[in-house]
T-cell receptor, first 114, second 110 residues
Framework: NAGVTQTPKFRILKIGQSMTLQCTQD?????MYWYRQDPGMGLKLIYY???????DKGEVPNGYNVSRSTTEDFPLRLELAAPSQTSVYFC?????????????FGSGTRLTVV | GEDVEQSLFLSVREGDSSVINCTYT??????LYWYKQEPGAGLQLLTY?????DMKQDQRLTVLLNKKDKHLSLRIADTQTGDSAIYFC??????????FGTGTRLQVFP
């Protein structure tokens, strides 16, 4: 029972580099989300998806892109990394949106941009 | 706009009760949640309460909801060192997505 799997767990990027944070879930959930967590700031929604082929911006989408070609996968792309993107990134999924019994979270990716 | 507020830190002695408080702004929230985050891990759903309830109890956990004041609290009885974590309150916003608070770091000392 893998749930939501995120890779990598840690990454250091140089300013201007690009990378993709991977997220996959095996629960056949339609809804998937990307959050970033900064100290004392809680979780901020970056992007979300309500199903394969459908994505939409959250609260803090600038500097990020996503795609949802399958139900299982929801990768997050950083094109030109900036120090402000140093954060912990969490992927989450749910069966029917927030009105189901909350979200299932991955264990996170800690990203440092130097 | 939607906002969820929590105090950042709480320190309690092992065996005492912990009370973590949360205020929210969206009076139409139908569900309110408490999540627990242990060091280096993702968030785990701890408990939730429907907006038509005032209280929910689950073993050592008691959730109290005051809709008039838009105040939610989580009480942990007989707090243990294993309860040390960050606790997040969350409400369902008007866009059917979870809005999280800043998190309260609970430290339990012997």
């Amino acid at each position: 029972n893998a749930g939501v799997t995120q890779t990598p767990k840690f990454r250091i990027l140089k300013i201007g580099q690009s990378m993709t944070l991977q997220c996959t879930q095996d629960m056949n959930h339609n809804y998937m989300y990307w959050y970033r967590q900064d100290p004392g700031m809680g979780l901020k929604l970056i992007y979300y998806s309500v199903g394969a082929g459908i994505t939409d911006k959250g609260e803090v989408p600038n500097g990020y892109n996503v795609s949802r070609s399958t139900t299982e996968d929801f990768p997050l792309r950083l094109e030109l990394a900036a120090p402000s993107q140093t954060s912990v990134y969490f992927c989450a999924s749910s069966a029917t949106g927030a009105l189901s019994y909350g979200y299932t979270f991955g264990s996170g990716t800690r990203l440092t941009v130097v | 706009g939607e906002d969820v507020e929590q105090s950042l830190f709480l320190s309690v002695r092992e065996g005492d009760s912990s009370v973590i408080n949360c205020t929210y702004t969206d009076s139409s929230s139908t569900y309110l949640y408490w999540y627990k985050q242990e060091p280096g891990a993702g968030l785990q759903l701890l408990t939730y309460i429907f907006s038509n309830m005032d209280m929910k109890q689950d073993q050592r956990l008691t959730v109290l909801l005051n809709k008039k004041d838009k105040h939610l609290s989580l009480r942990i009885a007989d707090t243990q060192t294993g309860d040390s974590a960050i606790y997040f309150c969350a409400e369902v916003g008007n866009t059917d997505k979870l809005i999280f608070g800043t998190g309260t770091r609970l430290q339990v000392f012997p």
